[in-house]
T-cell receptor, first 109, second 112 residues
Framework: KNEVEQSPQNLTAQEGEFITINCSYS?????LHWLQQHPGGGIVSLFM???GKKKHGRLIATINIQEKHSSLHITASHPRDSAVYIC???????????FGAGTRLTVKP | DAGITQSPRHKVTETGTPVTLRCHQT?????MYWYRQDPGHGLRLIHY???????DKGEVSDGYSVSRSKTEDFLLTLESATSSQTSVYFC???????????FGPGTRLTVL
């Protein structure tokens, strides 16, 4: 079983819809990261969380440390949000990262 | 964005040949990482470095070696490339556990 599980694997939405991507993990962590990868493109860090909630533009990320769960929300989705979203965690006392398999989001106009 | 570059960006090589990929960062980050990304597997850690000449193995280190002689450079070597090492390789760097990780643009390696 992967240490980091994401759901759904694939998500198709209409422009303007509210999107939620979920991430569950099974190890104790120092931080959780949400990353974005456009088709054929590089990987960009969206958020790093160790508690609570962060907001950047139309993107919101939350984390519940006790439940080992994080969510990434996109409000008023747009076709340019189409990408793979990756959840990653950094375990305690460890400098490596463990990655989820990613969620492929397609937003249709 | 952090300045992380990778070279080459694309490479085609033959089975059994040695290959070295280079990662260069200008952020004076202490930690550097090499990942591979394959369909169905997501990103997997190959090796990482926590300082000059300090490296450790990751999840998929077999067949790979690394070196870090300067803070800014982290080299990944495939001593004798195999077709199973065909992948996209990403380098990353950060300042430690509570810091954002920055990724290079990736290197697409094909081993024939």
């Amino acid at each position: 079983k992967n240490e980091v599980e994401q759901s759904p694997q694939n998500l198709t939405a209409q422009e303007g819809e509210f999107i939620t991507i979920n991430c569950s993990y099974s190890v104790g962590i120092s931080a959780l990261h949400w990353l974005q990868q456009h088709p054929g493109g590089g990987i960009v860090s969206l958020f790093m969380l160790s508690s609570g909630k962060k907001k950047h533009g139309r993107l919101i990320a939350t984390i519940n440390i006790q439940e080992k769960h994080s969510s990434l929300h996109i409000t008023a989705s747009h076709p340019r949000d189409s990408a793979v979203y990756i959840c990653a965690v950094r375990p305690y006392n460890n400098n490596d990262m463990r990655f989820g398999a990613g969620t492929r989001l397609t937003v249709k106009p | 964005d952090a300045g992380i570059t990778q070279s080459p960006r694309h490479k085609v090589t033959e089975t059994g040949t040695p290959v070295t990929l280079r990662c260069h960062q200008t952020e004076n980050h202490r930690y550097m990482y090499w990942y591979r990304q394959d369909p169905g597997h997501g990103l997997r850690l190959i090796h990482y470095s926590y300082g000059v000449k300090d490296t450790d193995k990751g999840e998929v280190s077999d067949g790979y070696s690394v070196s870090r002689s300067k803070t800014e450079d982290f080299l990944l070597t495939l001593e004798s490339a195999t077709s199973s090492q065909t992948s996209v390789y990403f380098c990353a760097s950060d300042g430690g556990s509570y810091n954002e990780q920055f990724f290079g643009p990736g290197t697409r390696l094909t081993v024939l």
